[in-house]
């Protein structure tokens, strides 16, 4: 049994497809791990979609803000942007369950045993893996619940730009949500700058890539992440690795094997 983890599809099932041929994947036994935006942009995202659930607990995946943006189309909460290519998800039979199995699904991932976790964007400055999986649940069980068509309401904006323990209701769930599947940059106290999204280098005073402020829980465990295609795969954080190589931009799909490290990829046209 091997584990992968897959950068950002976002539709691109024939590069999925060509890296898992490459590897020849088991359905059976090995796991996937998606590190969030499966869907938008590329061709096929029906198609990613239906093989996400078929693995069943075959599949790991994380949300990323595509698969949210997505959840509040399907439900009416936000139209369809120009770029959106997720009409052939709405208009398909299945569409209502690929919702309600899509919102069951978390935004932080860990496996103790294997030594690695998976979050979409980043963790904030100061939050351990322990402090990352309970804020995380708070929005996993909003999303999960009768009320979760107020969330993917309220969910859009930049505002809180930082966390403070005094948060509560939408604002704090904003917050959480903008750490784990839209940050880029941010300060040592975690105030966010949702706006630059070119490379590492570009960012404003005082802030800097997250990956880049030091995490005691990172130091004897592992971190996939994606989001961040202008990366192109690169950062210089021990034990944290960015696999979002900007496949539905037409650059590569890659995939990474947790278990030796290796990294697998495919073009994308």
Known sequence: MATYAVGD????????????????????????????????????????LQLARSLGEQAKIVLG???????AVATGMRPARGKDTLDAILQSPECDDLVD????????????????????????????????????????????????????DDMYGDEPLRWTKHLRGMERLRVITNYLTRMRFCTAD????????????????????????????LENHKLVFGHWAALDGKVETRNIFALDTGCAWGG?????????????RCKCR
């Open 101 to 152: 199995w899509l919102r069951r699904q978390p935004l932080f991932y860990t496996d103790a045993k294997l030594g690695y976790s998976m979050v979409h964007a980043g963790i904030p400055p100061g939050w351990s893996l322990a402090r990352i999986q309970m804020r995380a649940l708070e929005v996993e069980q909003m999303l999960r619940s009768s009320r979760y068509l107020d969330f993917l």
């Open 252 to 264: 590569r799909l890659t995939l990474m094997r947790l278990d030796d490290g290796n990294f697998f």
């Open 65 to 71: 803000n595509h698969d949210l943006h997505f959840l």
């Open 190 to 217: 975690g105030t966010l700058d949702l706006m630059d999204k070119t490379h590492a280098e570009s960012s404003r005073e005082g802030f800097l890539p997250w990956y880049r402020f030091p995490n005691p829980s």
């Open 9 to 48: 599809v976002q539709g691109c099932y024939e590069p999925l497809m060509c890296l898992l041929k490459r590897v020849k994947f088991d359905h059976n036994q090995d796991q996937l791990w998606f590190v969030g935006d499966l869907i938008n942009r590329g061709p096929q995202s029906l198609e990613v």
